[in-house]
């Protein structure tokens, strides 16, 4: 069978543009994100979402890989990659940055915020924003405020309905300082402790309890290893989504709007999509066997802690930023 000089011709050039084409529609830019929840958690939703903003948005030129569940590391050594370069982006809770900006700290203060929208007023506005310029001098560009949550405190003991209940419970805490120490006013036993490392030290009975927002205690199972659940929201906890300074830097201006508006955007539709599911997370949890403490009075709580913690931070960082969430409306 012949065949013509015309169809060989065409054949090679469509066999030519076919192996091009994978280089052809390829990233221009292919960023490394880590968090450390799993991909039942909202933050993780976020991330997606941050994902398939930027990638419609540049045209595809930007894809944000993602790798949950503490893949790249824990918290602080994750951190720690995106200052040097090898981890492009991570969302973390605000007290993991505490040891390079101090003011991160006042971020998620016992009961420091009057509700959640004073919350994303504060973050989301010039106080917060201008915490997340703090960043820069430490390789890290501040891109948004996702949500952690309201921490709720588990315990394997009893029911903590009032701040008599707490005291004596060894409690895992994050690394926040003044965590640790509204804890000890409780008269409990704080330690911080990863979170990747938690769930097996509550089995063993290292720690009696821990606090973290109920979506977290839902997405890393901590209810199996838990019994008594309290609805506190004694914290408003915020992660800090950063990236690579230099990184973000080299990216074209359009490119750098974009990552950031979607970001915030990311940070919206997570904060939604936690509020729609919080009760569905309490009565799963419920379901599981946990007993569950819904109203509780923070008054005598918040009491105890809130001006000594006040009093600390001033000594420390002054009182500049404490009032100027306070005074956000």
């Known amino acids: 069978m012949k065949i013509s000089r015309r169809v060989l011709t065409c054949s090679a050039v469509a066999a030519a543009l076919a192996c091009l084409a994978p280089a052809a529609f390829a990233a221009k830019f292919n960023l490394k994100l880590g968090h450390a929840v799993n991909t039942a958690d909202g933050q993780h939703a976020a991330a997606v979402k941050l994902a398939e903003l ?22 602080a050594a994750m951190i720690n990659g995106v200052r040097g370069g090898t981890i492009d982006i991570v969302s973390s809770g605000a007290s993991n940055y505490n040891g390079i900006v101090a003011n991160t700290a006042a971020m998620e203060l016992p009961f420091v915020f009057r509700s959640a929208q004073h919350a994303y007023t504060v973050l989301d506005g010039p106080v917060g924003t201008g915490v997340l310029g703090e960043l820069a001098p430490h390789g890290l560009k501040g891109l948004a405020y996702w949500e952690n949550g309201w921490r709720a405190f588990t315990n394997n003991k009893r029911p903590i309905r009032t701040h008599e ?11 926040n300082p003044y965590h640790i120490q509204a804890f000890k006013l409780l008269g409990m036993n704080p330690s911080p402790m990863p979170i990747s490392e938690l769930y097996t030290a509550l089995e063993t009975g290292t720690f009696d309890a821990q606090e973290h927002p109920i979506n977290v205690t839902w997405s890393a199972k901590f209810y199996e290893v838990q019994k008594h659940l309290t609805i506190s929201n004694h914290v408003y906890s915020p992660l800090i989504l950063v ?3 230099a990184k973000f830097d080299s990216l074209p201006a359009n490119v750098q709007t974009i ?5 915030r955007e990311a940070a919206k539709y997570q904060r939604e999509l936690n509020a729609s599911n919080a009760g569905k997370v309490v009565a799963e949890l419920k379901k599981s066997g ?11 709580f918040q009491k105890i802690v809130s001006e000594p913690i006040a009093k600390a931070f001033g000594e420390r960082n002054g009182l500049a930023l404490l009032q100027a969430i306070e005074a956000t409306k």
């Open 54 to 75: 930027v990638k419609q948005r540049t045209n595809g030129d930007v894809e944000i890989t993602i790798y949950p569940a503490n893949q790249l590391g824990n918290d």
């Open 165 to 175: 209940d707490a005291k004596g419970l060894k409690i895992r805490s994050t690394p």
């Open 243 to 245: 990236m690579n300074k």
């Open 259 to 263: 990552v950031v508006e979607a970001a």
């Open 290 to 300: 946990m007993q569950v403490v819904e109203t509780v009075d923070m008054a005598p």
